[in-house]
């Protein structure tokens, strides 16, 4: 099934007919899909049906086994890479350095000096600039802020975020969620897989249910998996 698009607004993500096999299993099953910019999708679905193999290969991490995708309006990942920000279950930290150390390294990455930067990202997800712990002494809902931090510094305009609210407290995790809202509001485009669909409720534009390697349903309301893979049958 492919999203009704505004004919004069330019997608920010085109998947046509991906597939990804490991091995001779079928991890992503022929998704042909577009996505608006500017709007927060929330991707759902029970373990195992392709939304993390999904984040992964159109950030570049993996080569589909068939089809193609277009992000930011190219074909080519590295031609936009630096306007993507991807967010992994590994959080991509230094454990002995401390929370703007590690900032400012990756922002070096984007050839970004300001410690302004860095300092922005620290205090936009809730960390203070001067705290002074190694990374290694974090707490898991500190290194996941932190992780957050990591993918916004360089005010990417396609955000791919894969689980940032996992082993977060809900407080917490309420918190980064209002974060991406404002960021949305932005005129960011932004990927949330998450099993803590609650969480997003009233800051997600729409609701991305997939099973089995394909989506089942788009919806701008919350509604069980169960109920979607249901209605998307019928």
Known sequence: MTGALDSSVQPAMVL?????????????RGISESFLPGRL?????DNGAGKSTLLRVVAGLMQP???SFSLLGSGKVREVAARVGYMGHAPLLYDELGGMENLRYFAGLYDLHDDAV?????????LDP???RRVG???QGMRQRLSLARAVLHDPELMLLDEPFSNVDVHSAREMAAVLGRVRDKGKTIFVVTHQAALMEGVADEFVHMAAGQIVSRDA??????????????
Do not use: D, I, P
């Open 65 to 67: 086994s068939q089809g």
């Open 221 to 234: 309301v919350l509604r069980s998996s169960l109920t979607a893979e249901s209605e998307a049958a019928r």
């Open 118 to 126: 860095c300092q922005n990202a620290m205090q936009m997800v809730g």
């Open 137 to 139: 002494q974090y707490s």
């Open 16 to 28: 046509e007919n991906l597939v990804k096999f490991f091995g001779r299993f079928a991890a992503l």
């Open 130 to 132: 001067e705290l002074s």
């Open 41 to 45: 999708y929330v991707v759902l679905g």
